[in-house]
C-alpha cells in the first residue's frame, strides 16, 4: 500500500504532520518543541530538563496526580525526552483515544502549572539521574566524547551539572517555558488510525491561538580538545572514538550509513568480529551514526579491560582505518537484510512512524517515507560506499578515554 504523509501548517506556526496507518487500532503522537538544552545559560545547565520534569506536576485543572491518572485511563504509553535541540513528548493509545490525550498534552504545553512545592523534587530527580550516569562509566564516557567532538553547545549532555541544577530557580524555570515551549518551530507528528479532517480541526481548535514568540539564536564556541582522559578507579577502561561525517540532509548520508552499517550492525560486522570475536579483546563495542542539523559524526565505543585497553583502541582504531579499503557485497547483502527487517518493523509502529516523521521534517524540511527510504537502501551499492569511503576516509579522531590509565595513540593516526 502506498503511503501518504499529510501535512499542515497552522496560524500559530504549528506543523501538523500525519501518516495514516490504518491497519493498526492504535495511534501515536511526538510533540518536537524547540527548547532543547542548547538554550541552557552555561551558569544553569540542567534547565530544560527540570521544566520537563516539572510540566508533568500539573498543567490546566490538573495536578500531578490528576495528570498521571488521566494518562492511566486513556491507555497512553508516554515519555518525554530533552536533547540537545528539542524537548519531546510522546505517546502511543488506542486510536479512541487519541484526541482526549492530545487535550491533556495542549494544557501541558500551554497552561503548566509550575507548582512550588514540586520545584525541589523535580530537581532532586534530575540530580539522582546525574548521580546515577557516574555509576554508568560507558554512558558517561559516550556524554564526554560528545564534549569533545562537538563546540558547545552541541555536545551537552541535557542532564547539566550539579552546579548548575541546585542554583536553578522556578522563575528561570517559568521564563524558559514563557520564552521557548511556542509554536514556531514546533512539529506535531502523529501516525496510526485517525481521520486527517478530524483530527486537523482538534488541534487546530487546541492550539491556533497559540502565540508564537521570537527564537532564540545560539552561538557556537570553540572546538574543544580531541584527546582527554579520565581518571577513574576501575579494572575496566571506556573507549570513544569520533569523526566527522555527514548529517542526515546530506545526499551522501546513505552511503555513510552504509559505511557504518558494515563496521558496527550485528554479530557479522567488523568491530564485533574483529575486535571483540577473533581477539576476545572487549566485551562490548559498537559505532553508530549521529547527526545534528549542520553536521555528522560517527561514534564508536569499546569496553574492556584496563589490562587489554590499550591493544582494544589499537585494533579498534585499525579497523576504522581499513573500512576506508572498501566494503564487500557478502557485507552489503547482510546489512540490507538488516535494514530491511528494521524498516517491516517501522511499518508495525505507529510510535516509531509519529516521531521518525517529525524529526526528518526538522532535518530535511520534508518527510521520507518508508518506500523512499527503502529505495535508498536498495540503492546503495558496492561501488558507490566504497567511491564515498575512498573520497571521505575516517580521520582526524577524537578520542577519549575513561579508566585507571591514559592510553597512547598508534598507528599514525590523526
Known sequence: MKQSILSHTFASGLVLLAEPMMSLESAAFTFLLPAGCALDPLDYAGLAEVTCELTLRGSGN?????FIEELERLGVEHG??????????????????????????????????????????????????????????????????????YPDPWGRTSHGTEAGLKKLSLTQIREHYARNYQPNGTILGVAGNFDWEVLKAHVSALFDDWKPHESQSIVAGGLPPRRAHIPHESNQTQIGIAFDSLAYNHPDYFQAWGAVGVLSGGMSSRLFTEVREKRGLCYSVHATMHSLRDRGSV????????????????????????????????????????????????????????????????????????????????????????????????????IVTLGPMPLEVHLGVS
Open 62 to 66: 490538573r495536578d500531578s496526580r490528576q
Open 80 to 149: 518525554q525526552s530533552v536533547s540537545t535541540t528539542h524537548t519531546s513528548y510522546s505517546g502511543a493509545m488506542l486510536s479512541r483515544n487519541l484526541l482526549p490525550t492530545l487535550d491533556v498534552y495542549a494544557d501541558l504545553l500551554r497552561r503548566a502549572r509550575f507548582p512550588k512545592d514540586q520545584m525541589e523534587p523535580a530537581r532532586q530527580v534530575v540530580l539522582q539521574e546525574l548521580a546515577a550516569i557516574e555509576d554508568e562509566p560507558g554512558q558517561k564516557l559516550m556524554q564526554e566524547l560528545r564534549k569533545h567532538h
Open 299 to 398: 561514534l564508536c565505543y569499546a569496553g574492556t579491560s584496563s589490562a587489554r585497553a590499550q591493544e582494544t583502541l589499537d585494533v579498534t582504531l585499525a579497523e576504522l582505518v581499513r573500512i576506508a579499503k572498501g566494503v564487500r557485497p557478502d557485507e552489503l547483502t547482510r546489512l540490507k537484510a538488516r535494514i530491511k527487517s528494521s524498516l517491516i518493523m517501522q511499518q508495525e509502529s505507529s510510535i516509531s512512524r509519529s516521531s521518525s516523521i517529525a524529526r526528518d521534517l526538522y532535518y530535511l524540511d520534508r518527510v521520507r517515507t518508508l518506500d523512499e527510504i527503502s529505495q535508498l537502501v536498495d540503492g546503495l551499492s558496492c561501488e558507490s560506499i566504497n567511491n564515498y569511503l575512498a573520497a571521505n576516509p575516517p580521520r582526524e579522531f577524537t
